[in-house]
């Protein structure tokens, strides 16, 4: 059984409408940070202590602006530095115990704020979107996201 190809306008809708979607949960959740503050805190949280060169990869995000939003974010609490035992040149980036409150205060914010928007779908839609977000979790895991 061979799988039919993807349209070709299915990477550029795909790409543009999760950008999109992704501006809109945050508006709609009042998160009081940027995406990227609070993307960030989540993707330490997921993969455990981080290099910066690994967070700035992960985020697509310059080596310099990851820089400055780890600065931010150990001046607010949310995550410290520790030396890398396998690197004494680096350090690695952990959530710290404020962080992890803070980011569970954010996904609820997101819960809520994006729940609103789910709401009046209809159970299959539903079904649908729970399947595409494993499948774009899936992709994201497998190409180091």
Request: charged share 25%; aromatic share 2%; with cysteine.
């Amino acid at each position: 059984m061979t799988t039919p190809p993807a349209s070709p306008e299915l990477p550029q809708h795909l790409a543009l409408v999760c950008s999109q979607f992704t501006r809109l949960a945050a508006r709609r959740s009042e998160v009081g940070v940027g995406t990227v503050s609070w993307r960030v805190v989540a993707t330490i949280d997921r993969h455990g202590p981080l290099r910066l060169s690994e967070i700035a990869e992960r985020e697509r995000v310059s080596r310099p602006t990851a820089t400055a939003v780890i600065k931010r974010l150990e001046e607010e609490g949310l995550v410290q530095r520790a030396p890398d035992p396998s690197d004494s040149r680096s350090s690695l980036i952990s959530i710290t115990d404020s962080g992890s409150t803070q980011l569970a205060a954010w996904r609820a914010q997101l819960a809520e704020g994006v729940g609103g928007l789910l709401a009046p779908l209809p159970a299959e839609d539903i079904e649908t979107l729970e399947r595409a977000s494993v499948i774009l979790s899936r992709l994201v895991d497998d190409h180091g996201g």
